[in-house]
């Protein structure tokens, strides 16, 4: 997934060539093709459709506005996380430019982790598998004979 929050819209920040030299925004990420050989006009369609596709469903996302300075040295930014993000430890990188001018960019680890009852759903199908398994099917069982009586038809 790949969010981006920023001040104000992008085209308001900086030049274009700029978000393109440092791969900064969804349509200024850098793909390398598998096969190099291939057309370089079917390599720019298959990127394009790959980033609408990925906007579409949620893993690219922008959130103008979504950095506020609380003061001159701190931020909060708001980032939108795909739904299916995968737990684990994920890199978020923060770019300062000052007049237009890039200045700096700063990294830091962003830990990704179930909490609450996903959680303990996680852990129990993780360390009871069998148990988890013979719950869930004995759970579809009496769902689909509740759905039945519930649904006869006389």
């Given amino acids: 997934s790949y969010s ?3 001040t104000r819209p992008l085209q308001d ?8 030299q440092l791969s900064l925004g969804a349509s200024n990420l ?6 190099p050989s291939d057309s370089p006009i079917t390599i720019e369609e298959f990127t394009s459709a790959l980033r609408e596709r990925k906007t579409a469903t949620g893993l690219y996302s922008e959130n103008v506005g ?6 001159q040295n701190l931020f909060r930014a708001t980032v939108r996380l795909a739904p299916n993000i995968p737990v684990g430890t994920h890199k978020a990188r923060a770019f300062l430019f000052k007049s237009g001018m ?17 959680q303990s759903i996680f852990r129990v199908a993780h360390d009871y598998s069998f148990l ?23």
Avoid: C
Wanted: glycine share 8%; hydrophobic share 45%; aromatic share 14%.
């Fill in 66 to 71: 979504g950095v506020q300075f609380l003061s």
């Fill in 132 to 154: 988890y398994g013979v719950f869930a099917v004995s759970l579809a069982m009496l769902t689909g004979w509740l759905g039945r009586i519930v649904f006869r038809k006389d």
């Fill in 30 to 35: 850098y793909m390398q093709p598998a096969e």
């Fill in 13 to 20: 920040i900086t030049e274009p060539n700029s978000y393109k």
């Fill in 102 to 118: 890039f200045v700096k960019e700063s990294s830091a680890q962003l830990e990704i982790r179930k909490s609450g009852f996903e």
């Fill in 4 to 6: 981006v929050a920023t």
